[in-house]
């Protein structure tokens, strides 16, 4: 009585494979969720402050570049944002504590805050002022990237 009817599946051989598959899934499964934590622990102990006073530089200088191509260069749309660059600008030694004490690096930073104070001490009145100082604080910023982001 051991021998399974003859004709009918050995039910054993494909449930064994069955098994298998599941357990393959569910070690995938747990390798992705352990994955996924490591990543984040690891990337929760990175320090986020560079990237953030660049980004949000980078929108400011965005807007500004948007409303010089929609010709809305009035001192309330412009000066807003030559506040916050200004503002962050101070922020650019403690975000890279490891440049501070590179003259190319203070040099650059003074350069992008020397912009900002001249054009918040006469804002700027029309696009092409409004132009002009998009363009210096671009110029300003690629400079510095060029010295160091390679």
């Known amino acids: 009585m ?12 494909h449930g064994n494979g069955a098994k298998y598959m599941l357990l393959l899934l ?5 390798g992705v969720v352990a994955t996924v934590m490591a990543m984040r622990a690891l ?10 006073v660049m980004q949000v530089q980078q929108w400011h200088l965005a807007q500004l570049r948007g409303s010089v191509e929609r010709n809305r260069c009035s001192a309330a749309d412009s ?4 506040q916050t660059l200004r503002a962050t600008g101070n922020d650019l030694e403690p975000a890279f504590p ?8 203070a040099t650059h930073a003074s350069q992008f805050r020397r ?12 696009c092409e002022a409004l132009g002009v100082v998009v363009q210096d604080l671009g110029e ?6 060029q010295d160091f982001r390679g």
């Open 26 to 30: 569910v070690g995938l499964l747990v």
């Open 79 to 82: 000066v807003p944002h030559l």
């Open 98 to 105: 490891g440049l501070a004490d590179d003259e190319r690096f």
């Open 43 to 52: 990337d929760a102990r990175r320090d986020h402050f560079p990237g953030s």
């Open 115 to 126: 912009t900002l104070d001249a054009a918040l001490s006469r804002p700027p009145a029309d």
């Open 140 to 145: 300003s910023c690629k400079g510095c990237h």
């Open 2 to 13: 051991s021998d399974p009817k003859p004709g009918s599946p050995d039910s054993s051989r």
